[in-house]
């Protein structure tokens, strides 16, 4: 059976009224996870996208509200998987105002197709940067207005557009007036308006390497509205999941990096989470300290900051990634030294690590081997090098004691080779002091 007879097969089986939904929601789940596997010719493209979007017309149920929401996913993979604004222009405008439609009507009690349709043009404005810069302002007072659970949906897509127009008035300072940002946040459009094939003025080259550049923004561009938007999504926060409030603080700080906004604007909601049990939150306050570093984060929020990634790094109740995520973090502790970059530098340990903590860091027997390679690498950065024998000398070669007593009690392999590991991160920053030829006794 080729690739064609079987996508039929599948069409048939989407549009059978004796099918379970389920059965059907997997089917849509093959197209969108192997499109250019079963769509394999022009033809295929086009019958498998006319029909899936006949389907959804014809679905007038509420009940089938999460169906109706796959084949809105499906549609935009196979617009995203085989670049429909370059090559199915017609196609592509049908679909885009679909989804505006879909998601124009805030009144709507089908929350779960509305919150597909602003993820699928969040995915479009992804792909196609500048889409929907012209709705800006639209999507702005939509998400206002929007109270119930899909609030964040809106917000996400907002934020998104917003990153974009504001890179792209980076970019090209000299086509846009002084007032330009503010007008994009106030000047609303009909949302419904139909799209124009040559509206969206895109540059799709190299977006997101840029995002995290030297670009800014003009200092003539007047930012009082972006001010007044970036403020109100703070106060939304607490609407929002934490993935999605991740998600959205990240291309935010691009905004406010590119322009020149101050970052304190983040400090009242974001900051508390240093105390967060969430992960996402947690690990989202060191990409935050990694892009502003003295600008959003005082000694005493570091302080904080600090004690509570060791904390994560030592307690057994969290999974093993998460402890190694910490201790990497520790490792490659965000600076000013490493601001602005993404980038890793030489590990080095945190400036206000103090010596009273550095017992944290001695391997116990109950800690995995990879934990204890990670402890002994922080350790090994703790001490400076000495040309005679001190404590710090005796402290690292104590802090191989564990690992020689497993191996002399016959438990080679991984054992052996964390030993071996460990000893060549000592020896590559001690080689010149007494540990290193300690090290080759």
């Known amino acids: 059976t080729s690739a064609a007879d079987f996508v039929h097969y599948m069409l048939q089986a989407l549009t059978s009224e004796n099918k379970k939904e389920s059965a059907k929601t997997n089917l849509l789940g093959l197209f969108q996870e192997y499109p250019s596997t079963l769509l394999t010719d022009t033809i295929t493209v086009e019958h498998t996208f006319g029909s899936l979007r006949g389907i ?73 940067p500048g889409l929907l810069r012209n709705r800006l302002a639209t999507l702005y007072a939509m998400a206002q207005e929007e109270l119930t659970s899909v609030h964040q949906d809106y917000m996400s897509l907002f934020v998104t557009v917003l990153q974009y127009a504001i890179l792209d008035i980076a970019e090209n300072k000299k086509t846009y007036t002084e007032n330009k940002l503010n007008d994009m946040l106030l000047m609303q459009t009909d949302l419904r308006t139909a799209v124009s094939p040559t509206s969206p003025n895109l540059n799709r080259a190299n977006t997101e390497s840029r995002k995290e550049g030297s670009l800014r923004l003009p200092s003539t561009i007047d930012t009082r509205e972006l001010r007044k938007a970036v403020s109100w999504v703070m106060d939304s926060v607490a609407l929002m999941t934490p993935h999605c409030l991740v998600s959205v603080v990240s291309q935010l700080s691009d905004c406010v990096k590119m322009s020149g906004v101050s970052p304190t604007i983040f400090k009242q909601q974001i900051i508390r989470h240093i105390a967060s049990s969430s992960l996402p939150l947690f690990h989202l306050l060191f990409l935050l300290k990694m892009k502003f570093d003295r600008e959003l984060f005082e000694d005493l929020d570091e302080d904080r900051l600090l004690k509570r990634l060791i904390g994560h790094a030592q307690h057994p109740g969290l999974s093993l990634g998460h402890r190694l995520l910490c201790y990497d973090w520790l490792l490659q502790f965000p600076s000013q030294a490493s601001q602005g970059t993404d980038l890793p530098g030489e590990p080095s340990i945190p400036l206000r690590l103090s010596r009273h903590q550095y017992r944290l860091f001695f391997p116990s027997i109950f800690n995995d081997l990879d934990v204890i390679a990670r402890k002994l690498n922080v350790l090994s950065l703790c001490y400076e090098p000495s040309s005679t024998s001190d404590s710090a000398s005796f402290a690292l070669m104590g802090s191989l004691t564990l690992l020689d007593k497993a191996i002399q009690f016959g438990y080679v392999g991984v054992y052996a080779v964390t030993l071996f590991r460990s000893l060549y991160t000592f020896y590559k920053r001690h080689h010149q002091s007494v540990l290193g030829r300690e090290i080759f006794k």
Not at 72 to 86: A, R, W
Not at 113 to 124: M, P, S
């Open 56 to 128: 959804y017309d014809q679905i007038e149920d509420e009940r089938h509200v999460f169906f109706q929401s796959q084949i809105l996913f499906t549609l935009t993979v196979i617009v995203v998987e085989f670049d429909f604004m370059e090559n199915q222009m017609l196609f592509f405008t049908d679909f885009l105002d679909v989804l505006i439609r879909t998601i124009a009507t805030t009144t709507s009690s089908n929350r779960i197709v509305r919150a597909a349709g602003c993820q699928c043009l969040r995915e479009l404005e992804v792909t196609y």
